[in-house]
């Protein structure tokens, strides 16, 4: 939940750098400043996007009575 | 003996029965009669004993009969009779002895008019409501990105299947944890609370679809169970409901986080915010370069101006081959900059000189010291070239790099700052011994302002 949340968060952040450079009244070293972390964001933002590994479980009684997690053989035989 | 002959007997021998007798004889007559009656009438005086078993009349215009429906039966009728209620029952006529009264026990009931589901559902759907558990205000929002979708269906159903062919169409970064469950007949209900239960216990899972596909209101009835309804509405994990189709509406609908119209409805949507994300993302990245953009270009523009001064052409065009020397080839990198910087030293040396022979000092002082720091930013850009080609071939090969005006550093440009920080923008602005910080591509480094000349 945390992590959406900066996710989010992170987004906002880029928002306004973006306002602020458009804005166009900031010293070119801040406005250089800014884009850096602007660069950043973006490049976090964009790694988070990409970070499930697009797995497909189903949880299965174990012998112990406990459910664990096995890969997923979609059947295709019932309708 | 027939049932006349025994009556005759008494008759005439004046023997009178006793009230236990004729009720006895009663009971075993109408009881007999009355094994299994179905009657059709209004419920009214509806009681509900603490035992569990309830006490009710049906009506008509003219008539009324006492009815008791005991525990065991009640457990099975899906709906809740009530005051008012058209009803068909089924039961035996017996004679409670005691009072001498008989009664209707009832062993099934159905509403008259809606069917029984129908009438049960919407009397659960009432009560739902009024303790509060669709209102809006319970729902909670759905997870921008779901790491880890829940998914409690049958594993062999249709349901699952349409949604991993939307998530697989989509190709979406979404990992699904499916827990089976039976999603119909007897039982079923309590399946998929156990399933909720499990993908609760997860902490991966940030979001739960709860579905199965289309059938009939019997196929679909473990959705309309209570214990159910009040399992979703417990859940830690937001949950969505998928069942059957547009037209299908379920408890579990009303009750869910959000309801989808059938199970693909329900990956679509906990797809659509991550690609509400990527969009923002990608959108966001576009202004951030093009805004950059603008603001070195208007920077550029004002350096050009300032620079249109006659003694700065040469320099400004040295400057600015040596820098598009740059861009020829990565592998003679090093070779064109130490060419660039001799010639460009021995420029500045003519240039310089031309200068002090005029004796324009006065009104060129503040040129001369812009040009004497041009020559060292230069060299030091060039060293800084040198020593990060290397790093040069990465930034290369950074697509986003390549339109940044951070590329501009990587190119050898570089900006000075005073101790505040601030840039350096005229060479005055800085006094002898002061110190000068130097920003390059990679890092920066201090340097102290030479003695004035």
Redesign the interface.
């Known amino acids: 939940m945390s992590s959406e949340k900066s996710f989010e968060a992170s987004l906002d952040e880029l928002e306004r750098i973006v306002k602020q450079l458009e804005a166009g009244d900031l010293p070119l070293e801040a406005s250089l400043e800014l884009f850096e972390q602007g660069v950043k964001l973006s490049r976090d933002c964009q790694k988070r996007l990409d970070e499930a590994e697009r797995k497909v479980e189903i949880l299965l009684r174990s012998t112990d009575g406990t459910y664990k997690p096995a890969p997923f053989e979609e059947s295709e035989s019932e309708e | 003996m027939s049932q006349l002959d025994f009556f005759e007997q008494f008759s005439k021998g004046r023997r009178a029965l006793s009230v236990s007798e004729l009720t006895a004889r009663i009971k075993t007559l109408i009881e007999a009669e009355f094994f299994t009656v179905w009657v059709e009438g209004e419920i009214s005086n509806f009681t509900r004993h603490s035992s569990g078993h309830w006490y009710f009349s049906l009506k008509d215009q003219f008539a009324s009969l006492r009815c008791a429906s005991f525990r065991m039966q009640n457990r099975l009728l899906r709906f809740k009779p009530e005051d008012g209620l058209h009803v068909r029952a089924r039961g035996r006529i017996s004679i409670y002895e005691p009072r001498g009264e008989y009664q209707l026990v009832v062993e099934h009931m159905e509403p008259v008019g809606l069917g029984a589901l129908q009438l049960a559902f919407e009397q659960l759907k009432n009560k739902l409501a009024a303790e509060g558990l669709f209102n809006s205000e319970r729902k909670r929002q759905l ?3 779901p ?2 979708v829940g998914v409690v269906t049958s ?4 349901a ?2 349409d949604i ?1 062919r939307v998530i697989r169409r989509r190709n ?9 469950a039976r999603v119909q007949g007897e039982g079923a209900a309590q399946d998929i609370m156990r ?1 909720i239960r ?2 609760n216990g997860r902490a991966e899972v ?1 979001v739960i679809i709860v579905g199965r596909g289309g059938g009939s209101i019997e196929d679909l009835w473990a959705f309309n169970e209570e214990p159910l309804a009040r399992a979703i509405a417990k859940s830690r994990v937001p949950i969505i409901s998928a069942v059957g189709h547009e037209t299908d509406f379920t408890i579990a609908d009303f009750v869910a986080d959000l309801r989808a119209s059938t199970p693909s409805a329900a990956a679509e949507m906990v797809s659509a915010a ?1 690609d509400e ?2 969009l ?2 990608e959108r ?2 576009r ?2 370069v093009r ?2 953009q ?3 270009n ?2 550029r523009t004002i350096l050009g101006e300032l620079e249109r001064s006659r003694g700065f052409q040469t320099l400004r065009s040295r400057l600015q081959s040596a820098l598009q020397g740059l861009d020829f080839s990565l592998n003679s990198i090093e070779r064109i900059f130490i060419r660039r910087l001799r010639l460009h030293r021995e420029n500045l040396n003519i240039l310089a000189a031309r200068l002090s022979e005029a004796d324009l000092a006065r009104s060129l002082g503040a040129h001369r010291r812009r040009l004497l720091s041009l020559d060292a930013r230069f060299a030091s850009v060039a060293q800084g070239m040198i020593t990060s080609k290397r790093e040069r071939v990465s930034v290369a090969a950074g697509k ?2 390549s339109l ?3 590329a501009v550093l990587a190119r050898g440009y570089a ?1 000075a ?1 005073d101790e505040k ?3 350096i923008k005229r060479a005055k602005d800085v006094r002898a011994g002061d110190r000068v910080i130097v ?1 390059v591509n990679e890092g920066q480094f201090d340097c102290t302002r030479n003695k004035e000349e």
């Open positions: 997870p921008l990105l790491r880890c594993p062999t159903g249709a699952i299947r991993l979406e970064a979404l990992n699904i944890l499916i827990a089976p399933a499990l993908l940030d991550r994300l990527s923002r993302l966001l990245t202004d951030l805004a950059m603008q603001r070195t208007r920077s986003l790099n940044s005006p951070l900006i700052f920080g601030r840039a920003r």
